[in-house]
Nanobody, 125 residues
């Protein structure tokens, strides 16, 4: 059974930083795409950042230059370093994974089969 468990969320003031992590277990695929999505209250889910099995990345325009996605394949973890946080970054952040490693690294939630439960990020002004 595949499990994705996020950690690292919390409350921070605008301009601050947080580092999210996602631990992957029960996963038999050695190649995949992984990503972070977020959803704020009353808003649709949006893609934040994606990394493919070879380390290629793609970011939402709203976070480019501020967020960095990375993965440690040996530890089966995914990370998201978030700097210069803004109040509009406030949302529940979800880790996602999918074994179809050959797909283009698009920030489309429909391309992901496995999801974590989420970790809350709150940025105050």
């Amino acid at each position: 059974q595949v499990q994705l468990v996020e950690s690292g969320g919390g409350s921070v003031q605008a301009g601050g930083s947080l580092r999210l992590s996602c631990a992957k277990s029960g996963y038999t695929y050695n190649k995949d795409r992984m990503a972070w999505f977020r959803q704020a209250p009353g808003k649709e889910r949006e893609g934040v950042a994606i990394i493919d099995t070879y380390g290629s990345t793609n970011y939402a325009d709203s976070v480019k230059g501020r967020f960095t996605i990375s993965r440690d394949n040996a530890k089966n973890t995914l990370n998201l370093q978030m700097n210069s946080l803004k109040p509009e970054d406030t949302a529940m952040y979800y880790c996602a994974a999918d074994p179809r490693w050959w797909l283009q690294p698009k920030l489309d939630g429909a391309d992901f089969d496995y999801w974590g439960q989420g970790t809350q990020v709150t940025v105050s002004s």
